[in-house]
């Protein structure tokens, strides 16, 4: 089960944290990965492609380059900490840049692709922003609202070329960005707000980059035949169970 062997996946910031879990696992499930990154560094041997998502002359180069995808995860991002009334619109159009054009780009690209090779799997890396509010997220919920949008848009429009569309959305996960983060805000105090961030989660803990891929994996399966247009929350119970 939960083999891709014989596919080619094309996965979106696959240089670090979650993407690059992703990257991982398919790779080992037996798939021809690509990855697209900034970073044009090899990630644990896979192919590498240096493209910023948010080109899309860019990103049609990259795809004409691999030439079949089967699988493609959107899951290049960036984050931004602010309201409405502090953020700049210079960040805000960056935030829209990447995680909003970035998807519809590689989604331009890959699906005349998945169409004539008789179908694929799209999964987008959403977040449980898109559908609860977080304080001091505004840039970074309005794009994975849209992120979210455009998967249930992207499922309905080309489910007779035998595409399924997915995302999952994810509460938080401990990655750099994670440490990088309480470093720059919160100086000498990284313990304290790394468990109190954790135990914002009914689950008592951050999740992990592995437990995104697995779910990644199954829904970019053919053990996932029959799902398509649907978002997965994989937040340790923060959506239901928080009170």
Do not use: W
């Amino acid at each position: 089960m939960f083999e891709l062997n014989g596919k080619h996946a094309v996965i979106t910031g696959g240089g670090s944290g979650i993407g690059k879990a992703i990257a991982s696992l398919f790779a080992l499930q037996g798939a021809t990965v690509h990855v697209i990154d900034l970073n044009s560094e090899a990630v644990d041997g896979i192919a590498t492609h240096a493209c910023d998502v948010s080109s899309q002359s860019a990103v049609d180069r990259v795809f004409a380059s691999i030439d079949r995808v089967d699988i493609l995860v959107n899951s290049a991002g960036v984050s931004h900490i602010g309201r409405a009334d502090n953020t700049e619109e210079e960040d805000f159009d960056r935030v829209y840049r990447i995680n909003v054009k970035g998807v519809y780009n590689c989604l331009h690209a890959a699906i005349p692709l998945m169409k004539a090779g008789g179908g694929g799997v799209i999964l987008n890396i959403c977040s449980i922003a898109a559908t609860c509010g977080l304080s001091d997220r505004f840039a970074y919920s309005m794009s994975k609202g849209a992120v979210l949008s455009m998967t249930f848009s992207v499922a309905k429009d080309f489910i007779h070329d035998n595409i399924r569309c997915n995302s999952i959305s994810p509460a938080r996960v401990h990655t750099s960005f994670v440490d990088g983060f309480l470093a720059k805000t919160y100086p000498g105090r990284e313990e304290e707000m790394f468990e109190k961030l954790s135990k914002s989660q009914p689950i008592g803990r951050m999740g992990r980059p592995d437990e995104m891929a697995a779910a990644a994996l199954f829904l970019c399966s053919d053990e996932a035949a029959f799902i398509t247009g649907t978002d997965y929350p994989v937040d340790g119970g923060f959506l239901r169970l928080n009170t």
